[in-house]
């Protein structure tokens, strides 16, 4: 058996060279990594769909396609999916197939667990999408009871998929924790470790503590439906506050678990392509965790005209602030790593500088909302959606993407087409911000979130938003069209095809079974750009043409 | 090594903040100061709130927008000039220069934003503990949300109403409470925002600036009916707000001597109980989506459910909802009404909706 060879045969095997071993129980983490992204990817088209149902229902004031519970169903499936199960697999697939690479492991701590954590993902969306069959849940992801206990079974449904979700998530949590800090090859230390992994740790250690609260909350909604508990019901003593104090305990640092993984991979991205090191190595590593402890600080800010106690808001409001400090050192520090570089416009870098420019919209957004006298009037509008996708798309997607386009070639030795990938970039970005952006207007203008009708005085904010949806949709394709055909017919990569610093890139493209066939040799952080040469770089050609993008 | 460098060499120096650097850093910093006090002086987002409270957040939101402005122009400005100064060109295989940190710099970038932060923090605590701060000549308004209509209650004067009338320039604590689920009372033009939560009273202060008519909009997903559970908030000066309170009051008292008619009364219980919301009638000016149109219902009623005459029909359709859903319409019309309606009132809307041919 040499390190290239599948263990296995039957329903449970160790790595992926045919198409049958990513159907089965595997325990490659680099199987598993793209049994995630594949699954986290058609959630994404999914979501994107509903979405799509939601921008069509709103193009017109008084549309009649969705309306009443079937356009509250549409919209709780909407975020539910698009949180659940795109974002936050998208990341944890993405850090399985590279964390290990990265830091010289040959797999995950615990393989089985790695895969029992995707198994239980899978039970979770089709519970999602069959609670959907029945009717579905219509109260929003947030699904505040009472409405949330009043509602048809699909909130029931909806419930068990998240706890199923939610385990998901914890056991790959430890996984990530332990293989960080265990299994990272002789010499690296902490601070010689990527920055993705930094995030991938704090990341960690955020759903380590918040998400066993969300599984408890959901069991408390789950015993008042199912066996008429009165946890959240006034008339049986229950409090409908205590379920937004539980769920926003956990949904806050959730936001954390959806961007910090994010920050890590343009950590990553940037680096490469502006053939620098990254700028502050150390405070972006600190700020991450400064980010994990400071996330479970701030849930109440969504809570500010709850009619929550009136002082504790202040407090609140300050650790709210204070929490931009850390994400701001990061954004410095990224701008501060393109400086003087030689930057590459490769799709990647596109991604991760678009990146940098709609993030920082979120984040200022999220100034104007942790201040509470300004929330009392945005709190529930438009204007949350609006910030709420600067973070998520034009964070969490952004970043996604920016890391899809350099992991490519390592994950399936093929490169992708930059011209079809500049034309997803530039279709995202455009129907991006044509979508977003007029929704901080009008929810300014007082159009509430979660409603599918509007006064006609807000027809064109609307109308914008719906033509910038379409783009985003049409922009999809390219991307489609070009990861199914550079798989067969992409230029191929070889071991490092953007001459970049990190272990990951010192194997062949994909890598073999077991990742390293000879211990790997860690020279220094992989940021050494400019310092010393690219490890085992002799005899590599220069960068294929294809690649060569923006110039 | 084939490739040429692919690594700086030792010794190489290049400025790294040559003049070019530090020219566009200064233009970079005016127009952030410039563009930043310009959109923060003319605020073209939010201005002209009708309530006082809301005028101090509208002035707290321009703050909130110029320091914004500043450092979206700072950020994208940098972004931009490197994206234009630091491209590589297309033969050009070196690397860039290798800097790894600067600690000046460091603490500058993460000191600052935490000063601004903390500024923003106390300004913002100021102006909420003015905009809640009561007025001793306060009036009461109970407000009540319910799936999907907004019920007012004036306690100094006995009298209950659908939309809220308050007077001109003097302050009014609402006393906000649900009789279901969760909804938020909002008035956007006034900035005021605060959820209605069963079991719990949560106020709000308002003092009107300007007479108007505006509109009162649920801002918290409450149901099938959320999107139009809206009421309005009328101010007129005192005076007038007294002569509509007499008014009120002389209707109320002249209902309890002598019954309307059968037509008016059953339009006032149609808009009372909310079936507007959610049923279209023309004959009660209602224009709700959400369930099916009740126009003609009296010619239709007896066709629907067979077994049931049209009487029967339309009162089991109020009381117990659930036995018969239209085709295509959610199931969402609350359950409550035996319990929420006396049996006169039940008769008198049956004995209307009868008439609606």
């Known amino acids: 058996m040499t390190a290239d060879t599948v263990v296995g045969t039957g329903l449970v095997r160790h790595g992926g060279r045919k198409f049958s071993d990513y159907l089965i129980f595997n325990t490659d983490h680099k199987v598993i990594g793209i049994q995630y992204l594949v699954l986290a990817f058609v959630f994404f088209l999914f979501g994107g769909a509903l979405a799509g149902l939601i921008r069509a229902q709103l193009a017109t004031p008084d549309a009649q396609l969705l309306t009443g519970s079937s356009y509250n169903v549409t919209l709780t499936l909407h975020g539910t999916v698009m949180i659940f199960l795109w974002i936050i697999p998208a990341f944890v697939g993405a850090a399985n197939y590279v964390v290990p690479l990265m830091i010289g492991a040959n797999d995950m701590a615990f393989p089985r667990l790695n895969a029992v954590s995707f198994w239980l993902l899978v039970p979770g969306g089709l519970l999602m999408l069959v609670s959907f069959a029945v009717g579905g849940a219509e109260s929003g992801w947030t699904a505040y009871p009472p409405l949330s206990v009043t509602t048809p079974i699909g909130q029931t449904l909806w419930a068990l998929a998240l706890q199923f979700i939610g385990f998901s998530s914890i056991f790959g949590a430890i996984n990530f924790l332990v293989t960080i800090f265990n299994l990272r090859a002789p010499g690296m230390g902490l601070t010689q470790m990527p920055l993705l992994a930094w995030a991938v740790a704090a990341t960690s250690i955020i759903i380590l503590l918040g998400t066993p609260v969300l599984s408890g909350a959901l069991l408390m909604l789950i015993l008042q439906r199912w066996l008429g508990a009165q946890f959240f019901t006034p008339a049986g003593g229950g409090n409908p506050l205590l379920w937004q104090n539980l769920f926003w305990f956990y949904s806050h640092p959730a936001v954390y678990i959806m961007i910090l993984p994010g920050f890590g991979i343009i950590s990553e991205v940037l680096p490469i392509f502006a053939r620098k090191p990254i700028f502050g190595y150390k405070l972006i590593a600190f700020s991450s965790m400064a980010i994990a402890v400071f996330g479970f600080l701030v849930w109440a800010h969504h809570m500010f005209t709850s009619g929550m106690d009136p002082f504790l808001r202040v407090p609140f409001m300050v650790t709210s602030m204070i929490i931009a400090v850390p994400t701001g050192v990061k954004i410095f520090s990224w701008l501060a790593t393109i400086w003087a570089g030689k930057l590459r416009f490769t799709t990647s870098m596109m991604f991760g500088l678009a990146f940098i420019s709609m993030f920082v919209i979120g984040g200022l957004s999220g100034i104007f909302l942790a201040s509470v006298p300004i929330d009392i009037h945005v709190q529930d509008t438009y204007f949350v959606v609006a910030h709420l996708h600067y973070v998520l798309f034009g964070g969490s997607v952004m970043s996604i993407f920016a890391g899809l386009y350099l992991w490519f070639p390592k994950i399936t030795g093929r490169m992708l087409d930059e011209r079809l990938g500049r034309l997803h970039f530039w279709l995202t970005f455009m129907g991006f911000n044509l979508t977003f952006f007029p929704q901080h207007l009008a929810g300014l203008q007082g159009m509430p979130r979660r409603v599918y009708t509007y006064p006609p005085e807000l027809w064109a904010l609307n109308l914008l938003s719906s033509i910038g949806a379409f783009l985003m949709a049409i922009a999809v394709l390219p991307f489609l069209y070009n990861a199914l055909r550079s798989l067969v017919a992409g230029k191929v990569a070889g071991p490092n095809p953007w001459r970049a610093f990190g272990l990951e890139w010192t194997v062949s493209s994909p890598p073999p079974v077991h990742n390293f066939p000879t211990p790997p040799v860690v020279e220094g952080d992989p940021y050494g750009y400019g310092e010393r040469p690219l490890p085992g770089t002799t005899g590599v050609a220069a960068p294929a043409p294809g690649m060569a993008g923006g110039e | ?357």
């Open chain 2, 1 to 357: 090594m084939s490739h040429p460098t692919n690594h700086r060499p030792a010794g190489s120096n290049v400025p790294v903040f040559d003049n070019t650097g530090k020219m566009a850093a200064i233009i970079i910093g005016v127009t952030a100061v410039v563009a930043g006090s310009v959109m923060g002086a003319a605020n073209p987002f939010l201005s002209n709130a009708t309530s006082s409270q809301g005028a101090q957040i509208d002035t707290l939101f321009s703050l909130f927008v110029g320091i914004a402005t500043a450092i979206f122009i700072i950020v994208q400005g940098f972004l931009l000039f490197s994206i234009v100064r630091f491209a590589r060109a297309p033969e050009d295989e070196e690397d860039g220069v290798p800097l790894r940190g600067n600690t000046k710099l460091e603490v500058f970038w993460t000191a600052v934003p935490a000063l601004i932060v903390v500024i923003l923090s106390v300004l913002s605590y100021r102006v909420l503990a003015d905009i809640e701060r009561p007025h001793p000549d306060q009036m009461v308004v109970e407000v009540t949300g319910r799936q999907y209509a907004w019920e007012f209650y004036y306690p100094d004067y006995d009298l209950k109403t659908a939309e809220l009338h308050i007077p001109l320039g003097r302050q009014v604590l609402l006393k906000i409470t649900s009789a279901d689920v969760n909804h938020a009372f909002w008035v956007p033009q006034m900035r005021i925002k605060k959820d209605a939560v069963g079991g719990k009273i949560t106020t709000v202060n308002i003092t009107a600036t300007a007479p108007g008519v505006y509109p009162i909009v649920c801002a918290e997903l409450c149901g099938a009916g959320h999107a139009v559970m809206r009421s309005q908030v009328v101010v007129e000066a005192e005076p007038t707000f007294q002569i509509w309170v007499q008014a009120q009051l002389g209707a109320k008292q002249r209902a309890a001597a002598m019954p309307p008619d059968p037509k008016t009364l059953g339009r006032q219980l149609y808009n009372q109980y909310g079936c507007n919301a959610c049923h279209k009638l023309a004959d009660a000016a209602a224009v709700g989506v959400v369930g099916p149109a009740l126009d003609g219902i009296g010619s239709r009623a007896a066709d629907i459910v067979p077994g049931q005459s049209a009487e029967e029909y339309i009162r089991t359709a109020i009381i117990r909802p659930m036995d018969f859903i239209t085709p295509n319409y959610p199931p969402v019309m609350p359950g409550d009404y035996a319990q929420r309606m006396s049996q006169a009132d039940l008769e008198a809307l049956v004995q209307y909706l009868l008439e609606q041919k």
